[in-house]
């Protein structure tokens, strides 16, 4: 069983900044590919980025180029660095992990992009 907790999300400016981080309970996060979902009012949950266990890494295409996914395998945690934010990136983001046929979500942490 393994359990995520999102953290880092908050109320930010256009142009603004914000590092997500999402840290796991239990073993084995090394072998996990981990991603990073948002989830905002009337679209559908989306992929933002993710990054694989062997360190390879995917973007959505709103994402290139402004966000950065990482992984610290030694602290079980996986980042989500924001730049650039626009009032359209304003959504619930959450973590995923998966390595099947297991698959866990976290609660979510709320950024919104507003000035």
């Known amino acids: 069983q393994v359990q995520l907790v999102e953290s880092g999300g908050g109320l930010v400016q256009p142009g603004g900044s914000l590092r997500l981080s999402c840290v796991a309970s239990?073993?084995?996060?090394?072998?996990?590919?981990m991603a990073w979902y948002r989830h905002s009012p009337g679209k559908e949950r989306e992929l933002v980025a993710g990054?694989?266990?062997?360190?390879?890494?995917n973007y959505a295409d709103s994402a290139k180029g402004r966000f950065t996914i990482s992984r610290h395998n030694a602290k079980n945690t996986v980042f989500l660095q924001m730049n650039s934010l626009k009032p359209a990136d304003t959504a619930v983001y959450y973590c995923?992990?998966?390595?099947?046929?297991?698959?866990?979500w976290g609660q979510g942490t709320q950024v919104t992009v507003s000035s």
């Open positions: 995923r992990a998966w390595l099947a046929p297991r698959m866990y």
């Open positions: 239990g073993r084995g996060f090394s072998s996990y590919h």
């Open positions: 990054i694989y266990s062997d360190g390879s890494t």
